[in-house]
């Protein structure tokens, strides 16, 4: 247990320090038009096309000087993508995608739009891809006569710019104002960055930063691409008061009741401010067999018609967090501590992880990957593709409820923890109360999801049921990502002899026969700052 505390001690430290993120801008300076549609990179310079001027501008990407301009192929011009030796631009009007000489500006090869509406383009080394508005695809084609090689799901409903840095493509959504790292191969978003301005529209890659120029700020901007593992936003400073409610509706007596409350802590997206205090005063603290630790209030006697209150109240300072995970930066299942793996590779009631379906199902996802962010996306993939949410009351063991296909957030969890730990990926959950709507409000459904271990990452949040989503951006929205609605009381493995298999309150008691008790337990939040 003192090999986990120090490591994520170190992990915890490591985080803290990161204050930039990736996507922040290094860079930047005024485009040369109003009406900037396409951006691409040649080696040294930047290309630039306005979609009024019909113009496309060579730009030194250093000082924004304009080096030259050449007419645009046709009175659209949207996309840009440089392949080496020439430019390709995508012409709404025309209808056509052509190939033009740089030094000369004259057409060398078109042909006809191979999808109704496509936007962006970009050039991987052997075919052009386009993303399309229409089709909502990214698709690979032939820069021979436009034959789509394949197509994958575009993030979202509103591709825009693309761009391809030789292993991930780019994409732009201007509703959104966000961009996204797309895996070329499947179509998985792996990050999800915030746009510099209200419209991003073209993306170039340099080797080095994205580039993207928005529409309407009429600005160039150089993002940065560094090893920042995460980064905090939006702040909420919060009271949250815990309340669990015993009622003996009777008649007969309690003789024995025992309330655990989980203890928030510390953690990179949630800073405890000051005590927690407790009502009774003066609970006895506890630590489980995880590590985790609990409040707990004992009563000797609770005669019929009675009721006992006992109270956590937390202030908090709770952030967004995103994490900004690299696959190829993610270690293999060989470089997780083995110190980690024994205890969060362990079976357990609700996971059964030696099951025969669950073992046939590991090796039908997993197969013979090895690299621990792999491992994990092709699980949540799988999950949120073969599952839908249904509250419909109890818990049952993973693979039944696999097998069923639908469950509450809880049980979506335990699929995914076992599924994990079956593939040798170390998992446990988070559980929380959570901000339903306005600042001040109650909650009293809870929610809970899943963490993996990842070299070189740490622990990372995997939410599969709120990543029960149509389009690959909302998806990621819950792989490496938690916003600021929820204080964690619980992490935890399983089997807790405190906290069992629940979270954030627990209770046993020892009545006698026939004796109706009640529990309810109701979280209640309250701005503790007025914006």
């Given at each position: 247990m003192k090999r986990i505390v120090i490591l994520l001690t170190l992990v915890f430290i490591w985080g803290s320090a990161a204050h930039a993120k990736c996507g922040d801008v290094v860079h930047s300076f005024n485009a040369p038009s109003k009406y900037m549609t396409g951006l691409t990179?040649?080696?040294?310079?930047?290309?630039?096309?306005?979609?009024?001027?019909?113009?496309?501008?060579?730009?030194?990407?250093?000082?924004?000087?304009?080096?030259?301009?050449?007419?645009?192929?046709?009175?659209?011009?949207?996309?840009?993508?440089?392949?080496?030796?020439?430019?390709?631009?995508?012409?709404?009007?025309?209808?056509?995608?052509?190939?033009?000489?740089?030094?000369?500006?004259?057409?060398?090869?078109?042909?006809?739009?191979?999808?109704?509406?496509?936007?962006?383009?970009?050039?991987?080394?052997?075919?052009?891809?386009?993303?399309?508005?229409?089709?909502?695809?990214?698709?690979?084609?032939?820069?021979?006569?436009?034959?789509?090689?394949?197509?994958?799901?575009?993030?979202?409903?509103?591709?825009?710019?693309?761009?391809?840095?030789?292993?991930?493509?780019?994409?732009?959504?201007?509703?959104?104002?966000?961009?996204?790292?797309?895996?070329?191969?499947?179509?998985?978003?792996?990050?999800?960055?915030?746009?510099?301005?209200?419209?991003?529209?073209?993306?170039?890659?340099?080797?080095?930063?994205?580039?993207?120029v928005d529409y309407e700020t009429n600005k160039i901007y150089r993002l940065k691409l560094d090893n920042t593992p995460y980064s905090l936003q939006n702040e909420r400073d919060a009271e949250i008061t815990v309340t669990h409610i015993t009622r003996n509706q009777g008649p007969g007596t309690i003789h024995r009741l025992n309330v655990i409350f989980a203890i928030p802590q510390n953690l990179p997206q949630q800073k405890i401010v000051g005590s927690i205090s407790y009502s009774p005063k003066s609970p006895k603290f506890v630590t489980d067999q995880w590590g985790e630790k609990f409040a707990e209030f004992d009563t000797k006697e609770l005669p019929a018609e009675k009721t006992k209150e006992d109270i956590m109240k937390v202030k908090a300072k709770i952030y967004d967090i995103r994490y900004y995970i690299f696959p190829e930066r993610v270690g293999s299942l060989n470089d997780i501590p083995d110190a980690v793996k024994d205890h969060y590779l362990a079976d357990g009631e609700k996971y059964q992880i030696h099951d025969p379906y669950f073992r046939k199902i590991v090796k039908q996802v997993v197969g013979d990957e090895t690299n621990a962010y792999w491992v994990a996306r092709k699980i949540f993939s799988y999950v949120i593709d073969h599952m839908h949410y249904e509250l419909s009351g109890g818990w049952n063991v993973a693979p039944t409820v696999l097998k069923r296909g639908s469950g509450s957030c809880s049980e979506y969890t335990f699929v995914y923890v076992a599924l994990c730990r079956a593939a040798g990926l170390p998992a446990r959950y988070q559980g929380s109360v959570v901000v339903r709507g306005d600042n001040t409000s109650f909650d009293d459904v809870f929610h809970r999801w899943a963490e993996v271990y990842l070299p070189n990452y740490g622990w990372v949040p995997v939410d599969p049921s709120g990543g029960d989503q149509r389009w690959g951006r909302d998806q990621a929205n819950f792989f490496g990502h938690l916003s600021n609605r929820f204080l964690i009381t619980t992490i935890n493995g399983g089997g807790s002899k405190d906290m069992g298999w629940t979270y954030n309150t627990n209770e046993h008691w020892v009545s006698d026969p026939k004796t109706d008790v009640k529990i309810e337990t109701v979280a209640d939040w309250v701005s503790t700052v007025q914006k």
């Open positions: 990179f040649d080696g040294k310079s930047l290309w630039a096309a306005d979609r009024k001027s019909d113009l496309l501008y060579k730009i030194d990407p250093e000082s924004g000087k304009v080096l030259k301009t050449i007419s645009s192929p046709g009175y659209w011009p949207l996309g840009l993508a440089w392949d080496g030796k020439y430019l390709w631009n995508i012409d709404r009007n025309a209808k056509k995608i052509f190939q033009l000489d740089p030094n000369t500006g004259w057409i060398v090869h078109s042909f006809d739009f191979p999808t109704p509406s496509p936007q962006g383009i970009t050039f991987d080394g052997i075919f052009l891809w386009i993303s399309d508005r229409s089709t909502h695809t990214l698709n690979q084609i032939s820069p021979d006569d436009g034959t789509t090689i394949r197509s994958i799901p575009a993030p979202t409903s509103r591709p825009n710019g693309l761009t391809f840095d030789g292993k991930y493509l780019w994409v732009t959504d201007r509703l959104k104002n966000e961009i996204y790292m797309v895996y070329p191969e499947t179509g998985d978003v792996i990050m999800v960055l915030p746009s510099p301005g209200p419209y991003p529209n073209g993306l170039a890659w340099d080797a080095h930063f994205i580039w993207n």
